[in-house]
């Protein structure tokens, strides 16, 4: 069956640095786009980034663009965020998911994901 493995969270103070990662299985990983979704305390899920099935087309959220960098590993059907000038407001549980397609330029909404992780908790903290 499906399964995607977050890990890489932490405590980490602002202005740090953490790479999560997203170990998959069940499905054909180079076959479909993935992503980051991150859901902070009391507060709804929240679209981060997702990378299309070649790795070639990114889309992020204006909250991250230019300190998050979204990538994936077709060899070892892994997916991983690199999470640069983190931010308090960062802190949250981030979450990788799996799409049911495989391209972004058409796309608008990035929230209809078909599979979600557990999900690995960032705190961003002084």
């Known amino acids: 069956q499906v399964q995607v493995v977050e890990s890489g969270g932490g405590l980490v103070q602002p202005g740090g640095s953490l790479r999560l990662s997203c170990a998959a299985s069940g499905f054909r990983f180079a076959a479909y786009a993935m992503g980051w979704v991150r859901q902070a305390t009391g507060k709804d899920l929240e679209w981060v980034s997702t990378v299309s099935s070649g790795g070639g087309m990114t889309r992020y959220a204006d909250a991250v663009k230019g300190r998050f960098t979204i990538s994936r590993d077709n060899g070892k059907s892994t997916l991983y965020l690199q999470m640069d000038t983190l931010k308090p407001e960062d802190t949250a549980t981030y979450y990788c998911?799996?799409?049911?397609?495989?391209?972004?330029?058409?796309?608008?909404?990035?929230?209809?994901?078909?599979?979600r992780g557990q999900g690995t908790q960032v705190t961003v903290s002084s």
């Open positions: 998911v799996k799409y049911p397609w495989a391209g972004l330029a058409s796309r608008t909404t990035f929230l209809d994901s078909d599979y």
